[in-house]
């Protein structure tokens, strides 16, 4: 254990992030844990068993003598892509299970919480196991994001649009007048260095040569989207790549996720319910396609990842997941961890794009420009939005 580090900070740290998993879930009814509308969609409460699952698969069975897991089943049902662990559950399945129950589920993190907090105050910690820790908090949240994501597609495709929650949550900033911002061409550096965690697919900082560019200062408006919509950007074949395309015809695309033209107006469903469309807020769950064909009809272009990184000390960030033109791919000398840990991100680096920044769901701490967030070009139930460059 770092010698500025102390057993209490790491409980602490522990149950911190462990209880916010749980706030996140507290207004859900019963029947909301068990739902899953679509494949990429997982249920809350296999969320909640999967989180604990790692700790228990990767902390305390191998390292905590004695330890007896909550149930050999569980290994099965809350692996999640891990074929070093072996089989599981196919992911369009995870919403089959009625069982294990909720009340179940947390059972069980109360039982391997438990486990985890005498584990930490052991002499069984070890700087290895330390290290494995931490980034098992940082799963834990990454998936408190994919909870607040998963819950809004879940209850934003009930025909009721019922709320999240009633209160306000929404921390929408709104967008004042866009200004580019230019850059020379030269040598930079990208890559995470210095103290604390990151994942090893921001590892290792290298050199890269960029060309002159401009970036934008501000995401792109609702308002502008509009406009975009309003021109016939989703019937205009030219501003699209030809899979993107295809996309837009098999899916009769027409607006971003959650938007519903009702009586006149523009309403989209939120987390507070359904409202209309705020024209000065960031435009929101858009995918890559939409995003590059929108750059496309402004006459201007998505950022690759090294030049958001280079230009982001210069704006503000953090509200939007903000696509990239740039593919999913290892930094130079990247390397797996051995066994099961280095599936975690090495193993997706195809048929990805980068994301970087954060969004209104990312949990606090969990954010840095070095981040390398990647999903499918298809997918935009995350948070996502867009910043233009050229």
């Not at 740290?13 to 207004?27: D, F, G, L, N, Q």
């Not at 934008?216 to 790549?241: C, I, P």
């Not at 950022?303 to 740039?326: I, L, Q």
Request: net charge negative.
């Amino acid at each position: 254990m770092t010698p500025e580090i102390t057993t209490s900070d790491l409980v602490k740290r522990y149950t911190s992030i462990r209880k916010y998993s749980e706030e996140i879930c507290a207004p859900l009814e019963i029947e909301d844990y068990v739902v899953q509308p679509i494949v990429d969609v997982s249920p809350p409460k296999w969320h909640l068993g999967h989180t604990t699952w790692f700790f228990e698969t990767f902390i305390l069975e191998p390292n905590f003598p004695d330890y007896k897991v909550f149930d050999p089943q569980y290994n099965f049902v809350f692996n999640s892509y891990y074929e070093t662990i072996g089989a599981r559950v196919i992911r369009t399945d995870r919403g089959n299970l009625s069982r294990p129950s909720v009340s179940d589920i947390y059972k069980y993190r109360n039982y391997v919480d438990d486990h985890m907090k005498a584990f930490l105050e052991s002499k069984f910690l070890t700087e290895d196991v330390e290290s494995l820790l931490e980034l098992g908090l940082n799963h834990e949240q990454q998936h408190q994001e994919l909870l607040i994501t998963d819950i809004k597609y879940i209850l934003g495709h009930n025909p009721l649009f019922p709320a999240y929650k009633k209160e306000s949550i929404s921390k929408n900033k709104k967008i004042e007048h866009p200004h580019m911002i230019r850059f020379s061409e030269g040598v930079y550096e990208i890559g995470f260095d210095g103290e604390g965690f990151c994942f090893d697919n921001e590892l290792g900082r290298h050199k890269v040569f960029l060309n002159d560019f401009e970036i934008a200062d501000q995401l792109v408006t609702n308002r502008e989207y509009l406009q975009f919509m309003e021109a016939g950007g989703y019937s205009d074949f030219k501003h699209w790549h030809a899979e993107g395309w295809d996309w837009v015809k098999q899916n009769n695309a027409q607006s971003p996720l959650y938007w519903h033209h009702i009586d006149g107006k523009w309403m989209h469903y939120t987390l507070n319910g359904l409202q209309e469309v705020d024209p000065d807020e960031a435009v929101c769950h858009i995918n890559f396609y939409e995003a590059s064909a929108f750059a496309s009809w402004k006459e201007m272009r998505l950022p690759t990842e090294a030049e958001w990184e280079v230009a982001s000390v210069h704006f503000e960030w953090g509200n939007r997941w903000e696509w990239t033109n740039s593919a999913y791919l290892p930094y130079p000398g990247f390397k797996k961890e051995a066994g099961a840990v280095g599936e975690y991100n090495g193993k997706f680096m195809v048929n990805q794009t980068v994301l970087r920044g954060a969004s209104d769901a990312t949990p606090p701490g969990h954010s840095r420009n070095t981040y390398r967030n990647f999903f499918q070009t298809s997918l935009k139930w995350q948070l996502t939005g867009i910043r233009l460059a050229q």
